[in-house]
């Protein structure tokens, strides 16, 4: 269960995602650790990353709509019109981004859109999506052992504490937290069973239509709330690994990944004058920096795009 800190309003009560599009039924299986040790590790496949060059990078590639200063093919694509010769994106640290505007339907600047990098803990946008399709929101969980024992982010979770998936959801979105991650990846499934359905969902899946989703958005846009085990016994305080939603008015979520080798990442979602603003940046050194840079970049030429 989860109780907000910084809201007065009551949490309504969660109904489970309708129409879901995956649609096959798996029995309870018993998962070792090395199982899902390799499910985690599988979170990071290339064709999971594929999407988390957040699926925009796909039809940029293939219809050309920009490079970093100049059009190299002007074939309408997706994205109505390309970025204005005379603007010119600010020079950031992040050795890729893309910066897209739903309402306008049209990338407004991007750097290096196909390369291919690391994506770090975003690969959790798919966790949590998947885990919102499959699962009742109510439905309680027994956290395994090795799921507590994992390294990197982690919201302190005990082994065998009962908690339901809606809370989880939460420590994966709100926190990053790979035992939350682990604990759902490890619900129900069978070897490999929650990649490959992670992987049917990346076919189809975008960064901007994960955000149509009411209950992912408001996960992911939460600063900080309280968690509870289903016995009450274990509460877990998460606070928001996004700083831009502490900082930047209009900010809706989205997800931050960090690791050595992918260095800063960041997912985020920004709203003003009634659209909604998309940005993806990879390789940062300041992933925060770089995309308020971003924003500021939006806001100031918005007109001219």
Same mark, same amino acid.
Request: charged letters at 20%; hydrophobic letters at 40%.
């Given at each position: 269960?989860?109780?907000?800190?910084?809201?007065?309003? *009551?949490k309504?009560k969660?109904?489970?995602?309708?129409n *879901?599009?995956?649609?096959?039924?798996?029995? $309870?299986?018993?998962?070792k650790?090395?199982?899902?040790?390799?499910?985690?590790?599988g979170?990071?496949?290339?064709?999971t990353?594929?999407?988390? !060059?957040?699926?925009?990078?796909?039809?940029i590639?293939?219809?050309?709509?920009?490079?970093?200063?100049? %059009?190299? &093919?002007?074939?309408?694509?997706?994205?109505?019109?390309?970025? =204005?010769?005379?603007i /010119?994106?600010?020079?950031?640290?992040?050795?890729?981004?893309i910066?897209?505007?739903?309402?306008?339907?049209?990338?407004?600047?991007?750097?290096?859109?196909? +390369?291919?990098?690391?994506?770090?803990?975003t690969?959790?946008?798919? +966790?949590?999506?998947l =885990?919102i399709?499959?699962?009742?929101?109510?439905?309680?969980?027994?956290?395994p052992?090795?799921?507590?024992?994992l390294?990197g982010?982690?919201?302190?979770l005990?082994?065998g504490e009962? #908690?339901n998936?809606?809370s989880?959801?939460?420590? !994966?979105?709100v926190?990053s937290?790979?035992?939350?991650?682990c +604990?759902?990846? =490890?619900?129900?499934?069978?070897?490999?069973?929650?990649i /490959?359905?992670?992987?049917? !969902?990346?076919?189809?899946?975008?960064?901007?239509?994960a955000?149509? $989703?009411g %209950?992912?958005r408001?996960i992911?846009?939460?600063?900080?709330?309280?968690?509870?085990?289903?016995?009450?016994?274990?509460?877990?305080? #998460?606070?928001s690994?996004?700083?831009?939603?502490?900082e930047?008015?209009g900010s809706?979520?989205?997800?931050?990944?960090k690791?050595?080798?992918?260095?800063?990442?960041? /997912?985020?979602?920004?709203?003003k &004058?009634?659209?909604?603003? #998309?940005?993806?940046?990879? @390789?940062? &050194?300041?992933?925060? @920096?770089?995309?308020k840079?971003l924003?500021?970049? %939006?806001?100031? $030429?918005?007109?001219?795009?």
């Amino acid at each position: 269960m989860v109780k907000k800190t910084t809201s007065t309003s *009551k949490k309504k009560k969660q109904t489970r995602a309708k129409n *879901k599009p995956i649609t096959i039924h798996i029995r $309870n299986y018993t998962i070792k650790k090395s199982v899902v040790v390799g499910i985690m590790r599988g979170a990071l496949s290339g064709f999971t990353f594929a999407l988390l !060059l957040f699926a925009f990078q796909k039809p940029i590639a293939e219809k050309g709509v920009l490079s970093e200063t100049t %059009v190299n &093919n002007p074939t309408p694509s997706i994205f109505e019109k390309e970025l =204005a010769p005379a603007i /010119v994106p600010p020079d950031i640290s992040a050795a890729s981004y893309i910066v897209v505007s739903t309402k306008k339907n049209k990338v407004l600047a991007a750097k290096n859109p196909d +390369t291919k990098l690391p994506p770090a803990s975003t690969t959790k946008i798919l +966790t949590g999506l998947l =885990a919102i399709q499959e699962f009742d929101f109510e439905e309680v969980v027994e956290v395994p052992a090795f799921c507590t024992k994992l390294e990197g982010s982690k919201i302190g979770l005990a082994p065998g504490e009962k #908690i339901n998936v809606e809370s989880l959801l939460y420590g !994966l979105l709100v926190a990053s937290a790979g035992d939350a991650a682990c +604990t759902l990846s =490890a619900h129900k499934f069978a070897s490999g069973t929650f990649i /490959v359905k992670m992987n049917i !969902l990346a076919k189809h899946l975008m960064a901007r239509e994960a955000m149509k $989703n009411g %209950v992912f958005r408001k996960i992911v846009g939460t600063e900080e709330t309280t968690i509870y085990s289903d016995d009450l016994k274990f509460s877990h305080h #998460i606070r928001s690994t996004n700083q831009l939603l502490f900082e930047v008015p209009g900010s809706l979520g989205v997800k931050t990944g960090k690791t050595p080798k992918a260095k800063e990442v960041l /997912v985020y979602s920004y709203q003003k &004058n009634g659209d909604e603003i #998309i940005t993806v940046v990879m @390789g940062s &050194n300041d992933r925060f @920096g770089d995309t308020k840079e971003l924003i500021n970049f %939006v806001n100031a $030429n918005y007109q001219s795009f």
